[in-house]
Every structure is written in structure tokens, then in C-alpha cells.
């Protein structure tokens, strides 16, 4: 079974969008039945984004030249992302207190 989550990201939200996820999603749960803003429903995504936002503009002063030039940028750091960063995002998402 495959399950798709629908947020709030603005294409997520378009009618059309909304419409047809209904039509042929059994159990459709609309945008506005989940939470805008929680990392506690996704801790390894916010986490790991924070993470991967960090390394693609760490010490940069200037915008990047091109769509391409960032999506280069973003490849070569999401190398940099160790398993064990992962590991450790995920323990932290899973314990009740924050050390």
C-alpha cells in the first residue's frame, strides 16, 4: 500500500489537487487536517532539512548563480549527511527528553 502525505505546501493545496486526491484516494486526509508545523509527526525531516539548509549555505555571502548551481550545491552536501547523523536525528526525535 502506498500513502502520501498532503501538507501545506501551496501545490499540495490547489483545488485541482485536493479533487483529484479525493476522487481516487481512498483514505484522502486533507491539508487541513494535519498539523502546518510539527516536527514531534516528522522529526527526521525537519531535522535533516535543517541540517542539509545549514551545509548548503554555510560561510555563503552570495546568492547562487543559477536554479542548477543550487541544486549542485545541494547534492554535494547531502553527501556530507552521514548515516550517522541520520541515526542520531532519529534517536533525538524519539526520546521524550532533549539532552
Known sequence: M?????????????KVTEQFLRQNTPDFIAA????????????LDYCISDILQDLVYEGRRLSFASLQDLKETIKNKWKKVTIETVRKSIHYGN?????
Open 2 to 14: 502506498t500513502e502520501y502525505l498532503q501538507d501545506s505546501v501551496p501545490s499540495h493545496r490547489a
Open 32 to 43: 487541513d487536517q494535519w498539523a502546518s508545523y510539527s516536527p514531534d509527526l516528522n522529526h
Open 95 to 99: 526520546t521524550t527528553e532533549r539532552d
